[in-house]
């Protein structure tokens, strides 16, 4: 694919060349156009060149939810789509989930949206990402999100959550220990791994039984979400700690 549109702000591949923004922004009716060269740092922020326009921040729309959010700013990652509508359709009703790093909203808003869960607690380090955490609460309507500003490490209610959502990659598993001191006996942890393809059936579960200690873990599922790197696979592993 040559481009992503998020909501009307028209992001080009690094390697696409074409000269003529302004007919390329009428042609996919976009007010801005941007490169995203990569994302950097902990707080996943944007490297980026704006090729037309100037206004980057915008609304868009998946999946039946509402996402405020300034593309120069924080991250929007598209190839994470049926992710973001799996897990919501996964919650049950009455259930109580813990969003260790919620970003914008990307998990909770759609949990907020399609499921009946009691309360979701969506905790994320970067404040322009927990501002617009904030506005997506009101922009979709919800009352049951309580987000929280500050590393997950210190923030994580310490109560007996049904599900926890661990979307964050590269050093994950040094929170595993916090989440599952978290999780209710027969809770579930989506934890989201970087690794070599080799890997994939081994080592997210190994650290997961690593930190559980003495508690059972049950593995649900193993879900490719992208590419990485060559060789290298976005997983999310499903797991049941009793
Ligand atoms: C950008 S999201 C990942 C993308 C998301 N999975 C999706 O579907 O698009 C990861 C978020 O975790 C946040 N984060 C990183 N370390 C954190 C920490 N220790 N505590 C809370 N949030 C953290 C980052 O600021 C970022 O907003």
């Known amino acids: ?32 156009i941007m490169k995203i060269d990569h994302i950097q740092g902990t707080k996943r922020e944007p490297v980026y060149k704006i090729l037309y326009g100037s206004e980057t921040e915008t609304i868009n729309k998946e999946n039946g939810c509402l996402f405020k959010l300034d593309l120069a700013k924080v991250m929007w990652s598209k190839g994470n789509n049926n992710e973001r509508l799996r897990i919501a359709k996964l919650v049950q009703d009455g259930e109580t989930v813990i969003d260790m790093f919620a970003g914008i909203g990307y998990f909770s808003i759609p949990i907020g ?24 609460i009101k922009l979709n309507k919800l009352d049951n999100i309580t987000p929280i500003l500050g590393d997950c490490k210190v923030e994580t209610p310490k109560l007996k959550a049904d599900r926890i959502l661990m979307g964050y990659v590269k050093t994950t598993h040094h929170y595993l220990n916090v989440a599952i001191d ?16 080799k890997l994939i059936e081994t080592r997210p579960l190994e650290r997961i039984v ?30 049941c700690i009793y």
């Open 1 to 32: 694919m040559k481009y992503k549109k998020i909501g009307d702000v028209l992001i080009l591949d690094n390697n696409y060349s074409n000269d003529d923004y302004e007919e390329l922004s009428k042609k996919h009716n976009v007010k801005t």
């Open 113 to 136: 949206v399609h499921s009946n869960a009691k309360q979701v607690y969506a905790i994320e380090i970067n404040p322009n990402s927990y501002n617009f955490l904030c506005d997506n």
């Open 210 to 239: 690593a930190q559980a200690g003495d508690r059972d873990v049950e593995l649900l599922k193993i879900t490719k979400i992208k590419k990485y790197a060559p060789g290298v696979e976005h997983v999310v592993i499903d797991a």
């Open 182 to 197: 978290s999780l209710n006996e027969g809770g579930v942890l989506h934890y989201h791994e970087t690794v070599p393809e």
